[in-house]
């Protein structure tokens, strides 16, 4: 049977997300990301169209590396300004039933305990419809505002990230019982104190004595994404990652970095084709080929490939400003993205070859045509590397969302590629077809779950 095309909508509250410029095309409405409407229309939206979830990009830090300035990346709005993404999903999941919704959030800084409950309290509040893309962050901008000299050395960073699962494990999984909670008005017990225990962890990075403030929430720990290709970065993928976020340019690269996340996954001992892959694509579709093309050099003509190279800056801590054109770019290695940094390793790059990379203002794989053409090559993708489905970005928003939607969709319905309608469940039973709501028996998260039955013992007050 033919594999079923899963589909992120990759967003971020803010102006400029990916294809950096496109804020200026006169129908583009991303100005108004500050407003509950714009977001609440987009998930009204994202669920006529059956997307699988709103994936929210974040960043801490800003993108200070090109020309060792905020100049470019004021002007243009490259992720900055950047409002918070979890206060996004209150509204969007009261105006949706069953759009998921995937959230980034730096482990780096933010406390474990609080954001355990910040993300029980989503996850009730959608009904089970929460992810969490697991980041580490990689800008040294941001850990100087955070009080930091700089950032963590990059497997330092993945460390600290695996004890930091352990913590939410054992607040999210082990802290309630699943009977905990009674609600007996007669007997006058809501929770159950046997059934209540604290957590007590003393790492290396996190000292955490404390009970989880929130019952059991419909998934207990959010699906969890991760995206990080570096050796470090699979093995924690293999370990902890349901969802995995990849970077391909070619069909080729995409099938061996595809083939790398699932032998992460077995070498952690989980079933490798449970992962579900998904990569980062642009779609520019129209009835005729003729007619994308035209909008495809209509966007062109708005983005701003000055504004993507200086976002491709940070990501490799590299200031490509100080080169000119067609001077060679040095390597060197550094402490930001090692995917980024190791693709101008391993081809000659220069200035003017990345601004024509970046024509879009992004670098994602842009595919343009009429609906027969666009579903063919997504298929293509799918088939030829073993991806699971993609994160679509936006070029002109909404218009983006809306020509997928209501050309490329029907088109994949038609070839039997993408769901008639919603699975019933929370987000990990939508996209894991049958599996529970809570995280599989093979998930080291799911051995901190709280004993059946649970242990005696009081729940002592504060």
Same mark, same amino acid.
């Not at 001992?269 to 449970?274: F, I, L, S, T, Y």
């Not at 790059?349 to 670098?363: D, M, N, S, V, Y």
């Not at 469940?425 to 093979?442: E, H, I, T, V, Y």
């Given at each position: ?95 949706? @039933?069953?759009? +998921?919704?995937? &959230? ?7 406390? /474990?305990? *609080? #954001?355990?409950?910040?993300? !029980? ?85 996190? @000292?955490?004595? +404390?009970?989880? &403030? ?7 720990? /959010?699906? *969890? #994404?991760?995206?990080?290709? !570096? ?232």
């Amino acid at each position: 049977m033919a594999k079923e095309i899963l589909l992120n909508a990759f967003n971020m509250n803010c102006i400029g997300h990916i294809n950096h410029g496109l804020w200026t095309h006169p129908r583009d409405t991303s100005t108004q990301y500050k407003t509950l409407d714009y977001w609440t229309d987009l998930a009204r939206l994202l669920e006529r169209g059956l997307f699988d979830g709103l994936f929210i990009a974040d960043i801490v830090g800003t993108y200070d590396v090109y020309g060792q300035s905020l100049e470019v990346t004021l002007k243009e709005s490259i992720q900055l300004p950047v409002n918070d993404p979890l206060l996004l999903v209150s509204a969007m999941a009261a105006v949706t @039933k069953h759009l +998921g919704f995937g &959230l980034t959030a730096n482990l780096t800084y933010e406390a /474990p305990y *609080l #954001f355990a409950r910040r993300l !029980s309290t989503l996850d009730h509040l959608s009904n089970g419809r929460v992810g969490w893309n697991i980041v580490t962050g990689y800008l040294d901008s941001a850990a100087r505002a955070m009080g930091l000299a700089q950032q963590p050395e990059h497997d330092r960073r993945y460390d600290q990230a695996d004890e930091y699962l352990q913590v939410l494990y054992k607040l999210l999984e082990g802290s309630w019982a699943d009977d905990a909670v009674v609600a007996d008005r007669e007997q006058r017990v809501y929770a159950r104190p046997d059934k209540v225990r604290k957590v007590e962890h003393h790492g290396e990075f996190y @000292k955490v004595e +404390g009970y989880h &403030l929130c019952e059991p929430s419909p998934q207990r720990t /959010p699906v *969890l #994404f991760q995206a990080g290709s !570096s050796p470090r970065g699979l093995a924690f993928a293999g370990q902890h990652a349901e969802c995995v976020f990849i970077s391909g340019q070619d069909q080729a690269a995409t099938r061996a970095q595809v083939d790398k996340v699932r032998a992460a996954a077995k070498a952690a001992g989980r079933d490798p084709q449970a992962l579900k892959v998904f990569m980062g694509i642009t779609v520019i579709v129209a009835p005729t080929e003729e007619q994308a093309r035209a909008k495809h050099a209509e966007y062109l003509r708005y983005a701003s490939a000055e504004a993507g190279v200086a976002h491709f800056a940070s990501s490799t801590g590299i200031d490509f400003s100080r080169y000119a054109l067609d001077e060679p770019i040095g390597f060197a290695k550094g402490n930001a993205i090692q995917s980024a940094t190791r693709q101008l390793q391993e081809s000659a790059w220069t200035r003017r070859r990345l601004l024509e990379q970046h024509a879009l203002g992004g670098r994602y794989v842009t595919l343009v045509g009429n609906p027969e053409q666009v579903a063919k090559q997504l298929i293509s993708w799918i088939d030829e590397t073993g991806l699971d489905g993609f994160n679509l970005t936006r070029t002109v928003t909404p218009e983006s969302y809306e020509d997928f939607i209501d050309l490329v969709v029907p088109e994949l319905q038609r070839r039997g590629r993408y769901k008639t309608a919603y699975r019933h469940g929370s987000l990990r039973q939508k996209l894991f077809d049958g599996a529970q709501a809570l995280l599989p028996a093979d998930h080291p998260g799911a051995a901190y779950r709280h004993p059946t039955p649970a242990p005696t013992g009081a729940l002592h007050h504060a």
